[in-house]
Nanobody, 116 residues
């Protein structure tokens, strides 16, 4: 079955950087649209950035110029490089895979905490 395993979260000071990874298995990775979402307690899960199978990226306005999404199809992995982190970036980050038929899969999430 499809599995998404996030890693790379942690505690970082404002202005610092983190790199999240999401390793996918049980799927034909190259045909999936991949994305990262962030959720804070009591709020909906919001899109942070997405990347198409061909590598076209779409970051949210709040992270433009700071976060970069990338994929390595040889490793079945999608990354989120986060620079110039702010306390508002704190949350649980989830990896999402979407098939061409719009079936969606989620990872278990990884906590990112940015201290001021």
């Amino acid at each position: 079955q499809v599995q998404l395993a996030e890693s790379g979260g942690g505690l970082v000071q404002a202005g610092g950087s983190l790199k999240l990874s999401c390793a996918a298995s049980g799927m034909t990775f190259t045909i999936y649209d991949m994305a990262w979402y962030r959720q804070v307690p009591g709020k909906q899960r919001d899109l942070v950035a997405s990347i198409t199978p061909r590598g076209t990226t779409t970051p949210a306005d709040s992270v433009k110029g700071r976060f970069t999404i990338a994929r390595d199809n040889a490793k079945n992995t999608v990354y989120l490089q986060m620079n110039s982190l702010k306390p508002d970036d704190t949350g649980v980050y989830y990896c999402r895979a979407r098939s061409p038929s719009n079936i969606v899969y989620w990872g278990q999430g990884t906590q990112v905490t940015v201290s001021s």
